[in-house]
């Protein structure tokens, strides 16, 4: 089945900076890719998605790219602001990686 | 906007004991989902459910497990003798078309405390 590897397990930047958090892949097969944000006692949220025929997307502060070959997808948040404090999972094939807690300081 | 909705939201049962969790998902999806979520650690995927029968399951997902679509609009999760290692938050999702495709929504969970 697939597996998949999330890092970092933490990360903390400063308001304003970027924030990028990765994760790879083990079944080549997996073509969907999607990113959850989750915030304390919610279920996960979609924030972006992407699938395997595109190498890249964006929607305001948030892009994700992805190299199939490598089988990596990475999330990339700019302009990071305190209320993206929060944990942020990758998927693929319906599992998830282990998480990111993000905690963006004023 | 239309949502998926578990019930209860927190569930304390005694070890040994079965429970039930229910969800109502989402009114036109097609594929059912459960996952759970120890404190503190990954989503990890229990079961997925389509077209009346199980699609994939997990590892984790034993004999103590069964899925149900009792009627049009309710997908549950039995355990059947709940042990402590069970004590978790379990999250029902659902989609349009399968989540190896398409997104899952998720709803806001169910904490189940085993005692």
């Known amino acids: 089945g697939e597996n998949v590897e999330q890092h970092p397990s933490t990360l903390s930047v400063q308001e304003g900076d970027s924030a990028v958090i990765k994760c790879t892949y083990s079944d080549s097969a997996s073509n969907y890719f999607p990113w959850y944000k989750q915030e304390l006692g919610k279920g996960p949220q979609l924030i972006i998605d992407?699938?395997?025929?595109?190498g890249e997307k964006k929607d305001q502060r948030i892009a994700v790219t992805l190299n199939k070959t490598a089988k990596h997808f990475s999330l990339h948040i700019t302009e990071t602001q305190p209320e993206d404090s929060a944990v942020y999972f990758c998927a693929a094939s319906m599992r998830f990686g282990a998480g990111t807690r993000l905690t963006v300081k004023p | 906007e239309p949502e998926v909705t578990q019930t209860p939201s927190h569930q304390v049962t005694q070890m040994g004991q079965e429970v039930i969790l229910r969800c109502v998902p989402i009114s036109n999806h097609l594929y059912f989902y459960w996952y759970r979520q120890i404190l503190g650690q990954k989503v990890e995927f229990l079961v997925s459910f389509y077209n009346n029968e199980i699609s994939e399951k997990s590892e984790i997902f034993d004999d103590q497990f069964s899925v149900e679509r009792p009627d049009g609009s309710n997908f549950t999760l039995k355990i059947r003798s709940t042990k402590l290692e069970d004590s978790a938050m379990y999250f029902c999702?659902?989609?349009?078309?399968?989540?190896?495709?398409?997104?899952?929504?998720f709803g806001q969970g169910t904490r189940l405390t085993v005692v």
């Open positions: 999702a659902s989609s349009s078309r399968s989540a190896l495709d398409t997104e899952a929504f």
């Open positions: 992407i699938r395997s025929n595109v």
